[in-house]
């Protein structure tokens, strides 16, 4: 079933922004490895079969859309921040950081920036905030599954790292494995210690 998109991008281009990125996070919540971000631009009038909220799409159509998401997208970038940064920062402002690095990193500049959420990052460029917005409107859908496949696909390689934490069942999330993991272990290079403090 073919979502209904919001018009958010066609209204910008419509009072003369022609490139308008959609920007959503993967990772914020997990107790290890980078939050990631990315930036997509899409072409008027693209139409992409199956995209729909990243956390409403099973693993497998999360990764076929990967690729076509990038085919037909004018402009993208994927960029993360690390745990070192998270725990520097918090999460909020390494969020912020990689969203940032994300729209910087367009081959071609967004004039405005469309982002998931309620808060804004600063961003250098105009933008506003849409709640839920990888469900409404399209160019953030494509961000937020670009940022989700991102992320798997490098906690499924620190699985390799780090096999005793066992990544690939619950990519860093807080898990009842994870935590069992965690106190046999303790934490790994990639953990967040910051997110950690917590436990007993």
Known sequence: MQVEWKPFEAKLRANGVQCVCGVDEAGRGPLAGPVYAAAVILPPDCVI?????SKKLTEKKREALFDVIREKAVSYCIACADEKEIDAYNIL???FLAMRRAVEGLDIPAQYALIDGNRMPPLGIPGETI?????VCQSIAAASVLAKVSRDRVMLEMDKTYPQFAFAKHKGYGTKLHYEKLRQFGPSPIHRLTFLKKMH
């Open 49 to 53: 079969d199956g995209l729909n909220d």
């Open 93 to 95: 402002q390494a969020t």
């Open 131 to 135: 709640v839920h917005g990888d469900a």
